[in-house]
Nanobody, 125 residues
């Protein structure tokens, strides 16, 4: 199993960025796929996810700004980031969890068994 996150970079406050997570060795439509981020000196935190059923779920901090989508043909999961702020600066990780995972673990890193290497997003003027 391999998850490859890409699309990170430098973006100005108020701008947009699209991250992509390409999966190999698993089919994203049969897993719960999550996005997490980790800023320097902080714990890894949940950003959003898309369940195997297609339902999406997001953290309060990014609701209305970030959206998650899935492309079954490409076997990818994307994170569209809009209206970013310096507080969004972090390494962003995609992760895969079993479709049978306990719902309460959807928002926690321990609920996911496969992780990508992360892509750095820096929001700065």
């Amino acid at each position: 199993v391999q998850l490859q996150a890409s699309g990170g970079g430098l973006v100005q406050p108020g701008g947009s960025l699209r991250l992509s997570c390409a999966a190999s060795g698993l089919t994203v439509s049969t897993y719960n796929m999550g996005w997490f981020r980790q800023a320097p000196g902080k714990e890894r935190e949940f950003v959003g996810g898309i369940r195997w059923s297609g339902n999406t779920y997001g953290a309060n901090a990014v609701k209305g700004r970030f959206t998650i989508s899935r492309d079954n043909a490409k076997n990818t999961v994307d994170l569209q980031m809009n209206s970013v702020s310096p507080e969004d600066t972090a390494v962003y990780y995609c992760a895969a969890g079993s479709k049978t995972q306990i719902l309460s673990t959807l928002l926690t890193p321990r609920g996911y068994s496969a992780w990508g290497q992360g892509t750095l997003v820096t929001v700065s003027s």
